[in-house]
């Protein structure tokens, strides 16, 4: 059976492009946006000669609005069926209140999937100088990556499978 593994983090941190990225197709809507991917949308994949299924899902944004339920609602079926957890943050805005209460979720309750710690668009050596401030989160050994470029994704892909 694939290795089914998820894309998380709040709304807009780049889960889509990393997505379409890892796959090498447009297969996930990329927009400046929040909340335009609503439902866990999966596909499969290939790496290096593995198989696998890619999750991409609509961020975790814990407000009360029917979407925002509905989207946390999605991203916690993610965090249930996932084999692994790919986390990711955005380095340009670094960690928020939201980034903090997913990270104490899944080291609270999912603690036995596999969780990789993603640091997203860092784009330029001034945001990769800013991002390394975020080991703070907990997580040891954070991918540092441009899903956009693709730098850092197969090393990152490497580890993953």
């Not at 335009?36 to 949308?41: F, K, L, S």
């Not at 710690?117 to 441009?146: C, H, M, W």
């Amino acid at each position: 059976m694939k290795p089914l593994i998820a894309l998380v983090g709040r709304p807009n941190v780049g889960k889509s492009t990393l997505f379409n990225r890892i796959l090498r197709q447009q297969s996930a809507i990329v927009d400046p946006t929040p909340g335009v991917t609503r439902d866990r949308h999966i596909c499969p994949g290939e790496w290096q000669g593995k198989q696998f299924l890619l999750m991409d899902t609509g961020g975790y944004a814990p407000e009360n609005d029917t979407m925002s339920i509905a989207m946390l609602e999605q991203t916690m079926h993610a965090f249930k069926d996932a084999d692994a957890i790919i986390f990711v943050v955005d380095a340009r805005s670094g960690l928020t209140y939201v980034d903090l209460d997913i990270i104490k979720l899944l080291q609270r309750t999912f603690s036995e999937k596999k969780i990789f710690f993603v640091v997203n668009k860092v784009d330029n050596p001034q945001v990769a100088l800013e991002a390394a401030g975020l080991v703070r989160s907990g997580f040891t050994d954070p991918y540092y990556i441009s899903a956009r470029d693709g730098s850092g994704v197969a090393d990152m892909l490497d580890d993953v499978l």
